[in-house]
């Protein structure tokens, strides 16, 4: 079973849907770790419910992201990790952390890529004007939301919807298809180490 360490900033609302996933039987992974860099986030008290490890580092304590990022290797390392999941994670993943886990780095994005990359996207694509938002799954590069596009989901922008609307929308898409996509790209992984 795939060992995975899971990247969060905020409330951990799809760090809980891949624990459950995990829990069901759904997802075939072995959750080691949570990584989170803002101290006394929910997503902390999530993992501690679920009895899974927490790595709480804040990136001041660090001369550069180098530093920073070098610490959370040795504790990724420590764990045997063997890929990184993003879900809510507001930091760029540096060079340390990308050269370690080279193609095995993904990320879930609130837009149909490449529109509304980087922060607040339910926002970017309500002021567009946009009928169509979803979210993308992709592998993470040195770029801002640029990496390589694993499954892309879509939802409607009704014309009276509101920020909340939207969001409760986008958010059940995350819950039920980043557990089962990461399902899928973990089977192809391991078939090919079959091979």
Known sequence: MIKIAVFASGSGSNFQAIVDSI????????????????PGAKVVERAQ???????????????????YETAILQQLKEYNVEFLVLAGYMRLIGDVLLEAFSNRIVNLHPSILPSFPGKDAVGQALEAGVKLTGITIHYVDEGMDTGPIIAQFSVPIHENDDREQVEERIHALEHEFYPKTLQELFQRIYVRNLD
């Open 23 to 38: 829990q069901k039987g759904e997802l075939e992974a072995e959750l080691s770790l949570l990584v989170c860099d803002k």
């Open 49 to 67: 419910e679920a009895n899974i490890n927490t790595l709480v580092l804040s990136p001041k304590g660090y001369k550069d992201k180098a530093a």
